[in-house]
């Protein structure tokens, strides 16, 4: 069931519904405001707008680079396992033949 809830992003009050719990709403507000103050550091007279445009692409940058991560995470347990299903196959039909690992 999704709450209400209260949240201050970059100095603007926010109402938000979500079905997350507290905690789970706070770390996505406190990830947001790192951003936003990260960039705001680096930055010379940039506006509230352009600071949390910047935000918003370094966050999305991070969230491409994790899939990027995971469709290679997922592309190695996928290898791995085909290898692995090989090997016991192998097995069981007596066939000798040793696992080597990459």
């Known amino acids: 069931m999704k709450r209400r809830f209260n949240i201050n992003v970059m100095g603007q009050e926010f109402y938000i519904l979500s079905d997350k719990g507290d905690?789970?709403?706070e770390n996505v507000v406190q990830y947001v405001n790192k951003k936003a103050e990260e960039i705001g550091r680096s930055t010379?007279?940039?506006s509230t707008l352009g600071i949390a445009i910047l935000a918003a692409l370094n966050i999305a940058d991070d969230l491409f680079e994790l899939?990027?991560?995971?469709?290679?995470l997922c592309s190695?347990?996928?290898s791995k396992t085909e290898?692995?299903?090989?090997?016991?196959e192998k097995s069981r039909l007596g066939v000798d033949d040793t696992l080597r690992c990459s």
């Open 23 to 25: 905690e789970y709403v």
């Open 44 to 46: 010379k007279d940039v």
């Open 67 to 72: 899939r990027n991560e995971q469709t290679l």
């Open 76 to 78: 190695q347990v996928r």
């Open 83 to 88: 290898r692995l299903i090989e090997f016991v």
